[in-house]
């Protein structure tokens, strides 16, 4: 972070400025914390708690190595944080303790890197000792897309049973409004401990863009929102440490419901040009071209592209947090029901073991491509040869413009 030290704020003198309470502001609203002298205890737990995160004397525990969990940890290491990484799965554990990644945003280079402030296990003990603990778990969509926060709920029970005074627990996963509060923390206070008197708890839901150089965990935004006051302060005390701005939010529900107007906004605006891609085909006007020439627009216009459908790591969101589907396994899934046979080829993804396919990648050969009756061109990845596609192929439906971005086309091409 190029930071010399902790920064200079409250906490020292929380409770004790007879001009009354400290503010602090890292980004959004100012924050002016109660007083909470009754109960004294509670104050005083409070007031040590975030001496501790102002002064940088704190370590860390991420619950979860996935695409969220293992940046988090990889970016709080370099940070000067000691980190523990737990997750329930020992070969993701194992391969990691070894120095292997099975993220292509975290190298073998990262983790030797940060090796001497890490350390990865699947004891739930471990999580005991960390001062701040952070869930980063997944959120699939359970049978009739209804939100399925098992994961959540397991992490928090595997917290209460590690649970001391002084934890501040923060859930990053993409959920729905109410879940910090309504789900998380009465799971935690079975521990017999108490929100504000021996433990606090906060969201930042995670933003993560996979693949993308320029922006990475420690220079995203973050937003934060506490179950309480003291929650949201010690929150922004801990991202201050490793990102270069937080965004402070009234509490925890604020903050998850800005999540769902991130993914829904991504939604609404992929399904309206995908609309608009039909009515555009039916007039004979290219949509590829269209979206290029708004664009130049400099204010008050943000250009969508069509495609298969929502896709990627983090779950796309409409109010009603509603449908996931990986737009590419969709496709395969609904080709093979129609009677396809069907191979494909990601220089990314190896294998596929989910939701009924089984496939593993096949190489891009000359004759895989002219032996298709159809190349359907679901995502754009620089590592294809689409010269070859575009020349090779007997029919191509290119539902990402990845041919015409190159300047190639052809009597065989059809693009979205």
């Known amino acids: 972070m190029g930071r010399d030290g902790p920064p200079r704020t409250f906490a020292k003198t929380f409770g004790r400025d007879p001009r009354g309470p400290p503010r602090y502001s890292g980004g959004g609203r100012s924050l002016s914390l109660p007083s909470m002298r009754a109960p004294a205890l509670a104050a005083q737990m409070i007031e040590r708690t975030l001496e501790k995160l102002e ?32 997750d329930v799965d020992p070969i993701v554990v194992e391969h990691l303790a070894s120095g292997r990644s099975h993220l292509d945003d975290v190298t073998a280079e990262d983790l030797a890197e940060v090796a001497p402030r890490t350390r990865f296990t699947t004891e739930p003990s471990t999580l005991a000792s960390p001062d701040v603990l952070f869930i ?5 969509l359970a049978v009739g897309k209804q939100p399925d926060v098992s994961f959540i709920t397991g992490a928090a029970e595997e917290i209460t049973h590690e649970l001391r005074a002084g934890h501040v627990v923060i859930l990053e996963s993409t959920t729905y409004p109410g879940t910090t509060e309504s789900t998380v923390l009465p799971i935690l206070e079975r521990s017999g401990l108490a929100l504000d008197k021996d433990f606090l708890l906060a969201y930042s839901p995670e933003r993560v863009d996979p693949g993308n150089a320029s922006f990475r965990t420690s ?6 929102g506490g179950a309480s006051e003291a929650s949201t ?32 906004f991504r939604w609404v605006n992929i399904a309206l040009v995908n609309e608009l891609s039909f009515v555009a085909r039916a007039i004979g006007v290219n949509i590829w071209d269209v979206i290029e020439a708004a664009a130049t627009k400099p204010f008050g216009f943000m250009p969508f592209y069509p495609g298969p459908g929502v896709g990627g790591h983090c779950i796309p969101l409409d109010p009603f947090y509603l449908q996931w589907a990986a737009p590419a396994l969709e496709c395969i899934r609904g080709l093979l029901a129609g009677g ?38 679901l995502t754009d990845h620089d590592a294809v040869d689409y010269n070859a596609v575009a020349q090779g192929a007997q029919l191509v439906v290119d539902t990402r413009n990845a041919l015409g971005r190159r300047g190639l086309s052809g009597g065989n091409v059809r693009a979205l």
């Open 55 to 86: 002064s940088w004397s704190w370590d860390a525990a991420v619950i979860g190595l996935g695409y969220v969990g293992l940046p988090l940890v990889v970016t709080m290491a370099r940070a000067g944080i000691n980190v523990v990484g737990y």
């Open 136 to 140: 980063c778990v997944p959120t699939p």
């Open 219 to 224: 220079n995203i935004p973050r937003v934060v």
């Open 233 to 264: 302060k010690a929150a922004e005390l801990v991202y201050l440490r490793f990102v270069e701005k937080v965004h402070v939010v009234p509490n925890a529900r604020t903050a998850e419901m800005a999540k769902l107007l991130e993914n829904t």
């Open 340 to 377: 396809a046979a069907v191979t494909y080829a990601d220089p990314h993804v190896p294998s596929v073991r989910e939701h009924g396919v089984e496939l593993d990648a096949a190489p891009l050969t000359a004759p895989a491509i002219g032996g298709a009756d159809c190349v359907l061109i």
